[in-house]
């Protein structure tokens, strides 16, 4: 359903179609000071780019309609709106009975009967990552003020991965590159990735790493809402989302535990990790190194070229081609969305329980 | 905490220690025929094996408290409870202050004062499990009501990886090897590469898989509560899971669109897919494929060799050596746990909302 | 916080003095009929009347965002807003400093800091049950599907009660007269215990009483989720209630087993009760028979007449003249939000779990 | 379901007449010194006594399975046990055909199919309650170390209510008779009501009040989570509440605004009210004067004189004649269970979000 969160709660509303798409964001604490323009930025950054985006034309400009009044968050709900203006619905009628390979189409008509919403993807559309932005965007404001920072880049784009360790400050500079890559010189490889599959009338997948530092021991609540879970159940709401690892991972399954296990040291007085494979957590706690986290993105869904479907009424297998506005890599959009998605849980576990550094 | 689930909701009770663990199942329908000895049969299918486990000893015999009578679920909460016997504590007083690397001495001891219970791990024991088994065993038979199978098996072991395609029956044939492999081929591998890593005082990951068929379109709450994130959010809480990836997961970031999505066919007059990439999934979403994931397991933190750590109360660097029981891999021993922990969340599930195949 | 609800959630969102005031409804199975005009009537039972109520002038038009379709809902979540446009806010920001007896001003600077929006009662505004209202239209129309009837009317205004057994039809038959009362002799004489209090610059309590009828036996999940305390969870956001009873009710207290317990008949081949002390409901579960409820709701606690307060800042008792538009008296305007509230708590639970009759 | 509370979080266990009952109380603080002999002495007070009570003859020892070591709390989920030995389940089968007036063998066995488990009156005994006042006791000792004390008495009894204005003190006194009333004469005239519903093979309905004093301004998180609606969801739960109200409950329908507002005053520095009408809540927060609730009890459904039901297979008329063990009056039995609630949930709540003094 559409809402998440504990003690800092998200419900997200409207549908890509609708006339807006936002988020009630509930819980955050009053006298924040809450930057609207910084809100307005990150939404920003989740816009295509030239070049490697869809061209639906969004101005996306965020309302803040309660929760935030001369600058400060008033300890009620935070409702933030965006409009949308660039719909064009015609073509989603079709995808009722012929469903594109990769999309939620036939679910979604399967589970909500033929009365189900699909213009534009409806709920099932990037386009619901907004407000969760918006939202997002003042959990790490939250954040910030308790000395955390969360930021994330793109790790990986088709078979071109970025090999060097990266910190928080990685996800930081990635903001001045379009492909949202650590380096200039991985986006321009990256760049090079995805224009490839868009010239094969294709696209592409992508891992986008993200980064916490700053947490303090002690964030998290074992058996079961443990920082990766919580991570976890969030991000695979992020459409394309495939798989999510912490610290090393998949690789750990190839490791010994004498390879896998930090080792603890002394870091200026306080007990920290000589390494980090386990990626900031143990024991579904914060251990006080940077919480890492991967997400495995699947390649587009939507392509331009020809694809094997089936008429679900008739029983007729046939040939679908989808036209219109995507995006031939979704990794670098993704990349707000994950940073702010990431904040959000980070923002909800850390109002929860207590915590000792 | 220590409850997840909606409409079928499990508390783990007890601790790895204290006189007994056990689970409340909440929410399991009235009148299912549920076979005490099946039970009986998955907990055991916990247990260590000789050669590859630790040799705590554990009876692990399960007591059905209440919402079972006379074979047959009441519609109250099942409670089930298994005393522990064979513990041994004077061990675990030294690791408050030296924590063992890879373990949640730490971060427990930081989060909850020096009044945590640590005694064999505490909350955080892999003991806890046993009543996840259990109340698992229940969620199954309560699948297989409706045709829905699920099983795991051992896909990789340290470099042992199994790379053929598997399917459901692959998970119960492993029930015939102690590795829990697919085959016996594949279980002789892994045992060499898990008693390899013992001969050197030291430990090794693995990967299982798990794959549920028969479940029809339609099951999944999008979007936050989509099949993947109650997936994910449940398996965090195994003890040692570092990922977790659905059908293609990770490889899905170096694939081309055109690849990775699977066309829709026919089959016996009902929609599926030609292939399974999507891992049987789509818009968070079951699309009548078999549900395919897998789950990183790290390398158990306890190893015979010593390891550099800390006296976090002198601050001074310190070997520690941990004696004691333990399992060189916890992959084998894990794969009745992931499997009772999928059938959990797909039981909750598909009691949520509507479904139609 | 701003969500309620398991199955069917609802969360409510803006704030009295900003753009719009909002509810997003969760859950809503597909493809109900969902006529707009209703929702809309539904909205305007709730606006204040001439005479008896505050002359804030409301449009109060209520728009689709997502959800509803071509007159159907879509299975995805329905959001409704509603414009504010009749704030004059500048009388507020005194009551930071000298807070009004009976209102949150106190309690909600307290907890929120200076920073608290208090413009019109902010997130306590009696106008956040506009939202409630509309939500509550649908889960309406979801429980008419199935049979089920909701209906409330004033049971009492000050001393004035209607001593007469009501039945659903008399909530539906006070939709007639503007005190919304059973018949409309008592409308007659409430309105003039409200007229008297109006001119004593002051205001009147009075009581709802709602019935449901044509439920299943069966809804309810005790131990904790009970028809009864999702109700009183539930209606206890309405502000100013003050107590709620069931069935009996306080009267029970008084009474014996051998006249309190309802004896069982046999009606139209169905089990069913020969009287309903119990309200419909036992341990926790609908029993077949109306469920009855009474609500206490407090005088409003805006009066015309001076009243002796506190300078929270210097400490000095003053005097407050509490200018505005105020309902002498809440109970007729809390009809149609206390039917609300009750349909979408026995919607959600008529939702979860299984019911036999 | 069997669980409620947010980060304070009880899930009760067991049946009736099963081999035990018990709670699992999640989320207490690390480092509590808890009383075991207080959470035994809570029990007890729950017990029956002689004359007023059942004969049916419980030991009700508490036995702490996890979460207390050496007097402390460890952080970790707090697991208490307590044996069932008294039981006689022989006279419950016949309930399920013949359903008993005002007990919930109709409903149950409605909703749960005829496997339902009554004996005992099953997870709708009273019985369950044990457990729920154990997990109190340690809310209580928690809410202590915070200066807030919650106690509760007998307010009414049939036709003798108690008429004097009260404190938490009273009910600290109420322990010192077996009435649980406030004073002694009250005690006797109670009693003699009790006795007389006795001696006619019949039963009578009482009012208990709690009063929960020391608490900050600032608990409760409006808009649904109220501090009315918290604790009116928890105590629906009690077996045989039938009505909550809050500070002038029901009365404020009579009284007008200018009665009703209690007046702001400063008493030690300290913002609060004149006289406490609202019941220590505005707004769903509490206003730093007690809280004060009272719940109406039904009379006890089992009473000795013959009764009217419905062989429900048959649908014959029949008369029904209860034997067995039964308390003609519930309400002084209730006390220790209010009290253990309210706490539950005052703790619970003082657990959320900011309060301030």
């Not at 990794?331 to 959000?344: F, I, K, S, T």
Request: charged share 25%.
């Amino acid at each position: 359903m559409n809402t998440i969160g504990s003690e800092l709660r998200l419900t997200l509303f409207g549908t890509s179609h609708g006339p807006c798409v936002g988020a009630v964001l509930d819980g955050a604490p009053p006298g924040m000071i809450v930057d609207v323009a910084s809100i307005q930025h990150e939404v920003d950054l989740r816009k295509p780019r030239a070049g490697i985006g869809t061209p639906r034309a969004e101005e996306d400009v965020v309302e803040v309609i309660s929760g935030i009044v001369d600058g400060k968050s008033t300890g009620g709900p935070i409702t933030l709106l965006v409009m949308n203006r660039d719909t064009d619905s015609r073509k989603y009628d079709r995808f009722k009975s012929v469903p594109r390979p990769g999309h939620a189409d036939l679910t979604a008509r399967s589970k909500y009967s033929d009365c189900v919403d699909l213009r534009g993807g409806g709920q099932f559309s990037g386009r619901m990552t907004v407000g969760l932005v918006a939202a997002g965007a003042i959990a790490k404001m939250l954040l910030e003020e308790r000395g955390i920072r969360v930021a994330a880049f793109v790790r990986q784009v088709g078979k071109v991965r970025d090999r060097e360790e990266r910190d928080v400050t990685s996800g930081v500079l990635s903001r001045s590159n379009e492909l949202r890559a650590a380096t200039d010189e991985m986006a321009e490889a990256m760049r090079q990735e995805i224009i490839s599959a868009r010239e094969d009338g294709d696209s592409v997948g992508g891992v986008v790493e993200c980064i916490a530092d700053g947490l303090p021991i002690g964030i998290g609540e074992p058996f079961f809402d443990t920082v990766e879970g919580e991570l976890a159940k969030m991000l695979f709401a992020v459409p394309g989302v495939k798989g999510i690892e912490f610290g090393a991972g998949f690789a750990s399954a190839g490791m010994r535990g004498s390879q896998h296990n930090d080792p603890f040291v002394l870091v200026d007085g306080k007990v920290r990790t000589a390494k980090n494979d386990a990626g900031g957590i143990l024991g579904g706690i914060t251990n006080g190194m940077p919480v890492v986290l991967r997400v495995a993105i699947k390649p587009t869904a939507s392509i331009a070229r020809g694809q094997r479907s089936l008429d679900v009424k008739s029983g007729r297998q046939t040939d679908l081609k989808i036209e219109g506005r995507h995006d031939p890599c979704i990794a670098p959009r993704a990349v707000p969305v994950v940073e702010a998605a990431a904040a959000l849980v980070l923002a909800d576990l850390s109002m929860r329980g207590g915590t000792v550094d």
